[in-house]
Nanobody, 128 residues
Framework: DVQLQASGGGLVQAGGSLRLSCAAS????????VAWFRQAPGKEREGVSC????????YYADSVKGRFTIASDNAKNTMSLQMNSLNPEDTGVYYC?????????????????????WGQGTLVTVSS
């Protein structure tokens, strides 16, 4: 089966850190853009960070710049999201995804057409 398995979510106090991981099985990251998205309760899914298939500088949503760091390890077929200085607005379900292009700001329909494979999501809760 082709799938992504996200892990690492949990409950953390404001100002704390978490590291999310996402492991691929049934396929390799080669030639894929990798990305993290999140969805807060009652809100639309939003892009957090992505790296294109060619590598290069990652992209970040303005709300997480300077606090979050995305990484991809093609040899291990894993990607991660290091999240520091968390605040309650970072609360949500975090999804990893791979696809054709590093795109963060688009409608959900467009994102679903770009990103072929999605993880099941991992819940991050930041308490104040």
């Amino acid at each position: 089966d082709v799938q992504l398995q996200a892990s690492g979510g949990g409950l953390v106090q404001a100002g704390g850190s978490l590291r999310l991981s996402c492991a691929a099985s049934g396929f390799t990251f080669d030639d894929y853009a990798v990305a993290w998205f999140r969805q807060a309760p009652g809100k639309e899914r939003e892009g957090v960070s992505c790296i294109s298939s060619s590598g290069g500088n990652p992209y970040y949503a303005d709300s997480v710049k300077g606090r979050f760091t995305i990484a991809s390890d093609n040899a291990k077929n894993t990607m991660s999201l290091q999240m520091n200085s968390l605040n309650p607005e970072d609360t949500g379900v975090y999804y990893c995804a791979v696809g054709d292009d590093c795109t963060l700001g688009a409608s959900l329909d467009t994102l679903l057409s770009i990103y072929d494979i999605w993880g099941q999501g991992t819940l991050v809760t930041v308490s104040s």
